[in-house]
């Protein structure tokens, strides 16, 4: 017989602490091998590719802010990580990351949608002239992250959120909090504070929907949230649903975005998604 369904929050939350790793995507952990086994291949370059895959960046972020390296602030951005780590750590973490099990098929929409919304943070980020848009783009590559969670350890309750989707139209977000006693919000929230991600990452996962529930970071989580949006209107990737959401007012005033900020921020981030079409053709 299989396992009931988990709806209540305090069990779901027991199954994220049992988390130790998460599967990545297997085009990305091929093309990164192939780099570090290249002797001109450089740390930034490696850097570079790993903060297209949110699964890499969560795994090294994690590391790098472990009990182990005993930093005294939170380590935010894979350029930092690299840092900390070293290459050859970097390098070791990459390849044992090949063993794991390949992501399930039904979710490369999704880690499409990651990669997007991730570069449209960024964007968004540099519009608002923040020095801190690579961060930035690293909590737009893993907001989502609670899906994956969701996918991969509570697959049962992945399923009765899928159908309740598919049924009519509602986002996966609300469809969520109609079924079960958390969403994927949570589920990334309790992911970060058991890998100790900093809150510039955390406070994103959890109120990307929510950004006017921030407190710590709330610009970050607003400039997720727009980027979120964007890249749905966009059509690149799949986030679990079909709809667009409409923009909280919330985030249009932490931001101070006006309407003619659009335009660049598109400029910016056109030549991007064109760039990851053919990265998420790597399989």
């Known amino acids: 017989m299989s396992a009931p369904v988990i709806q209540d929050r305090v069990q779901a939350k027991k199954e994220v602490r049992r988390i130790k790793n998460l599967p990545t995507v297997p085009g990305i952990v091929a093309k990164i091998s192939r780099m570090v086994e290249n002797p001109e291949t450089s740390a930034a370059e490696v850097g570079r590719l790993i903060s297209q895959d949110q699964v890499l960046s969560a795994k090294v972020l994690r590391m790098a802010n472990s009990a182990f390296f005993g930093m005294s602030r939170k380590i935010s951005s894979i350029s930092q990580a690299l840092v900390i780590l070293g290459f050859d750590v970097v390098k070791g973490l990459v390849l044992t990351s090949s063993v794991f099990d390949m992501i399930q098929k039904s979710m490369a929409g999704l880690w499409e949608h990651s990669i997007g919304c991730a570069a449209a943070s960024g964007a968004v980020a540099t519009i608002l002239g923040r020095e ?10 893993l907001h989502d992250l609670g899906k994956v969670v969701l996918a991969l350890n509570l697959p049962e309750e992945m399923e009765i959120v899928q159908k309740k989707v598919a049924s009519g139209p509602i986002l996966f977000y609300e469809a969520e909090n109609e079924l079960l006693d958390y969403n994927h919000c949570d589920l990334g929230q309790w992911l970060a504070e058991h890998w100790n991600l900093p809150e510039s990452l955390a406070e994103p996962m959890r109120f990307h929907h929510r950004p006017e529930k921030a407190v710590l970071k709330p610009e970050c989580s607003a400039i997720v949230h727009l980027a979120d949006i964007i890249i749905r209107a966009k059509g690149f990737g799949n986030a679990g649903d079909i ?41």
């Not at 848009?133 to 737009?140: D, K, R, S, T």
């Not at 660049?264 to 053919?278: F, G, V, Y």
Request: aromatic fraction near 4%; hydrophobic fraction near 55%.
């Open 132 to 141: 801190d848009a690579e961060e930035i783009l690293v909590a737009g590559l």
């Open 243 to 283: 709809l667009v959401p409409p923009i909280s007012m919330a985030a249009w005033e932490i931001l101070s975005l006006r309407k003619t900020d659009f335009l660049p921020i598109l400029e910016i981030l056109e030549p991007k998604l064109a760039n990851l079409c053919d990265l998420t053709s790597i399989k």
